[in-house]
Each structure stands twice: as structure tokens, then as C-alpha cells.
């Protein structure tokens, strides 16, 4: 499924059953989003996908320690915090993400609110100039102050 392919979205519920992608199921060119394995005990990566990335871009760094793909690295001997930045940084680019054609970049996430307020942000402005969208009055609480 892999193979050709420049995007791998992963998304599973391994329930700490293990992970789902290998390293060798990565090539060059490839990216990967892990965004499924939020919990110590959960992997989507196997240590030899952590070890082939050449940039890895986590939302928080509290993934390092959240995260049991991070942990499993960290345990193996294979990560690396050169090759470690946060979306932020790359983003506001205090931080490469990728540099070349070549390279295996993951992004691995286990959800922050400020992303989701990033997108709503970004949809919410789409959405005025496109001229979409019902306006709604403030909602007042029926509950006494």
C-alpha cells in the first residue's frame, strides 16, 4: 500500500498490540503522519521507522514522553533530538522540516487544542470570504450568573 506512495496517513488503534509500520515499508520521498498512538502503551511506528526519519516533527514535545512510538525509540537507542523538531518551529521557521526530495519526515502527533483552534481559525475566515455561514447572536445561558 505503500509503495509509489508520497503520503502515509496512520491512524490505528493498536489497543498496545503492537505497531502497524515498519521501517521497511518506508522510501525515500515519503512522509508519514502518526497521529493514532497517543498513550505510552500504544505504538503505530516500530523503532526502525523511527530510526529511518530523517526529520521528525511532533506537535508538542510532550509527545517524546507521551508517546509510546517516542518511548520505544528512546528505549531502543535510535532517537535522535537533532532530527526532532515541533510543528511550531517549523511552521514559523525557527526549524527545517524537510530538506530534501529524499527525505522520511514524520509527523507524529497525539492532538493539541491549538491545532484545532488553528483550523477552526482557518475555516471560520474561509468561510467569511466566501461569504458562507449563518451569523448566530451571542448565546446567553439560561443558567443565573
Not at 97 to 111: E, L, N, P, W
Request: charged share 25%; net charge negative.
Amino acid at each position: 500500500a505503500v509503495d509509489g506512495a508520497g503520503l502515509l496517513l496512520v491512524a490505528t488503534d493498536t489497543k498496545g498490540r503492537g505497531h502497524a509500520v515498519e521501517g521497511d515499508h518506508l522510501h525515500p520521498g515519503l512522509h508519514v503522519n502518526s497521529i493514532g498512538s497517543t498513550l505510552p502503551n500504544q505504538r503505530e511506528l516500530d523503532t526502525s521507522a523511527w530510526a529511518a526519519a530523517d526529520r521528525i516533527v511532533v506537535d508538542t514535545p510532550g509527545v517524546l514522553h507521551d508517546s509510546g512510538d517516542a518511548i520505544a525509540a528512546r528505549a531502543a537507542g535510535v532517537h535522535d533530538d537533532h532530527r526532532v523538531a515541533t510543528l511550531a518551529d517549523v511552521v514559523a521557521k525557527r526549524a527545517a522540516g524537510r530538506t530534501g526530495a529524499h527525505d522520511i519526515t514524520v509527523y507524529k502527533s497525539v492532538g493539541t487544542s491549538t491545532q484545532d483552534l488553528a483550523v477552526a481559525l482557518l475555516a471560520f475566515r474561509r468561510a467569511l470570504e466566501a461569504g458562507r455561514g449563518t451569523t448566530v447572536e451571542d448565546f446567553v445561558s439560561a443558567k443565573p450568573d
